[in-house]
């Protein structure tokens, strides 16, 4: 980070290749449904952010943390960029968005998801998956959650955001990667 910080753009390639992986773990579970070629641009995006910001390094801070943090804000801004996107997919009745539209797998492997998208589904607890349940499968706004359950709309956002963050932990990295590797073929 020293180095790139004295503009050193040499020093990017090393940094890439030591910490692209964990770069691209934190973008997965950060920027679900994010589709495998906006993967890799978000990827490069985070370390053209690393090269950019390394004089704001903290020198006392981990470059892992570091690199997870410019990821954060990376996939935070795709989340925001992404999102009238799909409102408008749904809106015009096609509701495969995201992740599901990003996949070319074979039928084995659509199968395989499936099924631990179910079992993770079940293993949530009664309350996340409700609102999980109600939002992704309904189509119900956050807003309109909290009126159906009797509960404050922020509630509603927290069980949410707690349950999608449950399902990335349940659902195997070795399959996400797999479905991510066969559609880059």
């Known amino acids: 980070m020293a180095r790139l910080a004295a503009d050193d753009a040499g020093a990017l390639a090393p940094l890439y290749s030591q910490h692209a992986p964990l770069a691209k773990r934190a973008l997965l579970r950060l920027a679900p449904g994010c589709a495998a070629a906006d993967l890799e641009e978000l990827l490069q995006d985070v370390f053209v952010a690393l090269y950019q910001g390394a004089a704001r390094y903290p020198a006392g801070l981990g470059v892992e943390r570091w690199i997870w943090g410019v990821a954060a804000k990376t996939a935070l801004h795709w989340r925001r960029k992404t999102w009238g996107r799909r409102k408008l ?20 492997t659509t199968v395989a998801l499936r099924r631990e998208i179910a079992r993770a589904i079940g293993a949530l607890q009664e309350e996340q998956r409700d609102v999980l349940l109600l939002h992704a499968v309904e189509g119900f706004s956050g807003e309109e959650i909290a009126g159906i359950l009797g509960l404050k709309h922020e509630t509603v956002r927290t069980r949410l955001f707690r349950a999608r ?21």
């Open 165 to 185: 963050q449950r399902l990335l932990d349940l659902i195997p990295a070795v399959l996400i990667d797999e479905l991510m590797e066969g559609n880059a073929r």
């Open 89 to 108: 997919l749904r809106a015009q009745g096609d509701p495969v968005v995201g992740l599901a539209r990003s996949i070319s797998a074979t039928p084995e």
